[in-house]
């Protein structure tokens, strides 16, 4: 569990976000600390991955800004972009691995971008990397000879091939059976106490929130805002939205 005390290493500021004219989230506001598993939250359509894919500078937002270990993500170009973008990993939803490529070259791609470190030296990280994740041998399986939740280790992998302070998932355990979806849960939380790395998940699944969260935003489609902030107990328990209460207390 991560300490409250714990320095903020992402902060969200005032953000507004959405696509031509249509506004997803407005108003987002809330603070990430180092160390912590962060868990975004809420209905189908309330902006989940449209706010994920904002705070990993994929998106422009219509106002706001996204700081990550003091630096502004959305005003940030050239080399100084570059360098924030080296501080994190992400694994999109389904892994989005290149299927035309074999796992090691799949992992080293961030390394040949970002790095001028020779091919062996390139390799020997994605083998440190895949073993990190319980998938060392499979350096040159392609990612159609693994299962669901050896491509999400893998693409696991991947996003750890810089070394980031922060890790951002989108729907880790999408397409997973219970028991591949909590071994998942069980290295987010080996690696987060291990390496120390900042977890950030957009996620639906009750039970992997229950396990792995530190703490959690929900977010409300009508509103287009927070409408809910706090440790999954809390929130299923105490909140003061009838909703949220709700959507915890839900069959998982």
């Known amino acids: 569990m991560v300490m409250l005390d714990s320095e903020v290493i992402i902060r969200v500021e005032n953000l507004t976000a959405g696509y031509d004219d249509v506004v997803i989230v407005k108003d ?5 600390r180092t160390g912590e598993v962060f868990v975004i939250l809420g209905g189908s359509g309330c902006g989940k991955s449209t706010l994920l894919k904002h705070m990993i500078g ?5 106002s706001g800004k996204v700081v990550i270990e ?4 959305v005003s940030a170009r050239g080399q100084k972009r570059k360098n924030i973008l080296r501080r994190i990993g992400v694994m999109y939803q389904n892994g989005a691995l290149f299927g035309s490529m074999n796992i090691m070259e799949n992992i080293c791609l961030g390394l040949e971008e970002f790095t001028n470190l020779p091919k062996d030296a390139m390799e020997f990280v994605a083998r440190i990397r ?3 994740v319980g998938l060392e041998g499979c350096e040159f399986k392609m990612p159609s000879e693994l299962s669901g939740g050896m491509r999400k280790r893998a693409a696991i992998a991947r996003a750890m091939a810089l070394d980031p302070k922060v890790l951002f998932l989108d729907e880790p355990s999408a397409g997973l059976d219970p028991i591949i979806s909590s071994q998942l849960d069980d290295l987010i939380i080996e690696l987060s ?14 039970p992997s929130i229950y396990k792995v969260a530190d703490r959690a935003i929900m977010l409300d489609k009508t509103t287009k805002t927070i409408v809910a902030t706090g440790t999954p107990d809390y929130l299923r328990d105490k909140s003061d939205n009838s909703w949220v209460r709700q959507f915890f207390n839900r069959a998982s």
């Open 28 to 32: 987002i506001n809330f603070e990430v």
């Open 193 to 206: 106490r291990s390496l120390g790395i900042t977890f950030i998940l957009v996620t639906h699944e009750l």
């Open 130 to 132: 895949l073993k990190v």
């Open 70 to 73: 003091g630096n502004d993500i």
């Open 58 to 62: 994929l998106l422009s937002p219509v």
